[in-house]
């Protein structure tokens, strides 16, 4: 369920069949992609993620790597890897323990229990997520005014039934001090002595050249 303006998933629902996870590793990740059904234009702008803003999946892989058979694993696989299941994370938060430690508690017990477990996953935004581009170093070369905002916390619901009675968990994250601490989001270059900052728009002032779509 996608949020229109800010480009992000509202939230994530998916269930988990224990007794139908095979056994063994997952094997390779499928690339990540655009999801076909969606414009592009209303998912996540890939050029906005790196090795430091990380593509943090809401329905985690290991929830739904499930199925029949073989085909409908890697169906489940594949989708789980679409841009409509991400929100950018900072990596340090995205490899966060304690959010690994609950969702590996919950993909080994409902494989140990034979559970169904029923999740709800998403993140809380606010006006006072800040701007990619507020974040951007100078230099980025990821693509300007795409108008998303990074959500500061996320939020997730586990339901499963125990004994014949509805069981839940209702949890909350925060990545804001992982983000602070981040400083300046992406690539950059350090100016050494000698070299001047200036703009496109001065080069193409200084040279009679056009840089579209460049940025500014």
């Keep these: ?37 969606i414009d592009p234009a209303h998912q996540p702008d890939d050029s906005i993620f790196s090795q430091q803003l990380q593509r943090g999946h809401l329905a985690a892989r290991d ?19 679409t841009l409509t299941n991400v929100c950018p994370q ?12 609950i969702e590996r508690q919950v993909t080994e017990g409902a494989q140990e229990e034979a559970l169904a477990i029923t999740e709800f996953v998403g993140p809380v935004f606010s006006e006072d997520d ?34 014949g009675a509805l069981r839940h968990r209702a949890l909350l994250l925060d990545q804001s001090e992982e983000l602070a601490a981040e400083g300046p989001l992406e690539f950059d270059i ?3 002595g000698g070299v001047v900052a200036t703009t496109i728009a001065e080069i193409s002032a200084l040279t009679e050249l056009e840089f579209p779509g460049s940025g500014a």
Aim: hydrophobic residues 35%.
């Design 130 to 163: 800040p701007l990619y581009d507020d974040l951007r170093r100078r230099g980025s070369r990821a693509a300007t005014g795409t108008g998303i905002r990074i959500p500061l916390r996320f939020w997730k619901i586990i339901y499963w039934v125990e004994a």
């Design 63 to 81: 929830y739904v790597y499930w199925g029949e058979d073989e085909e409908e694993i890697k169906e489940a696989d594949v989708h789980s890897f």
């Design 190 to 192: 350090e100016v050494p």
């Design 1 to 37: 369920f996608m949020h229109a303006r800010r480009r992000l998933p509202v939230f994530a629902a998916l269930n988990t069949s224990g007794a139908l996870k095979p056994e063994g590793s997952m094997g390779r990740r499928p690339p990540w992609s655009y999801d076909p059904r």
């Design 90 to 101: 900072i990596a340090r938060f995205n490899r966060n323990r304690e959010w690994y430690e």
